[in-house]
Nanobody, 126 residues
């Protein structure tokens, strides 16, 4: 399984970005997927997760109402639409595949995910 994240960049506060994560290998629609982020000097932080079918989503409180996670199983893609960005959203964003034996989307510990993309930098200027 390989995950490739893209779409990061520099944006002003209040702006929007859409991240994409392309997956290859495995049965993509069988797995829950998630987005995490890591700012300099901080631990990796859960952002959002989506079920294999796309029917259920879960967000951290810090992004709820601003970010939307979605997926296109026909194209093996996961998206993170980020609106009303804030400087504190600045981080490297990673997509990841959730371990199949863990049920529920509320598992926010990075150890619950087994495959990770390389990360894409998001910088929000004030």
């Amino acid at each position: 399984v390989q995950l490739q994240a893209s779409g990061g960049g520099l944006v002003q506060a209040g702006g929007s970005l859409r991240l994409s994560c392309a997956a290859s290998g495995g049965f993509f629609s069988s797995y829950d997927m998630g987005w995490f982020r890591q700012a300099p000097g901080k631990e990796r932080e859960f952002v959002a997760a989506i079920s294999g079918s796309g029917g259920r989503t879960y967000y951290s409180d810090s992004v709820k109402g601003r970010f939307t996670i979605s997926r296109d199983n026909a194209k093996n893609l996961v998206y993170l639409q980020m609106n009303r960005l804030k400087p504190e959203d600045t981080a490297v964003y990673y997509c990841a595949r959730k371990r199949p034996y863990l049920t529920g989307l509320e598992s926010v510990d990075p150890s619950g995910y087994d495959y990770w993309g390389q990360g894409t930098q998001v910088t929000v200027s004030s």
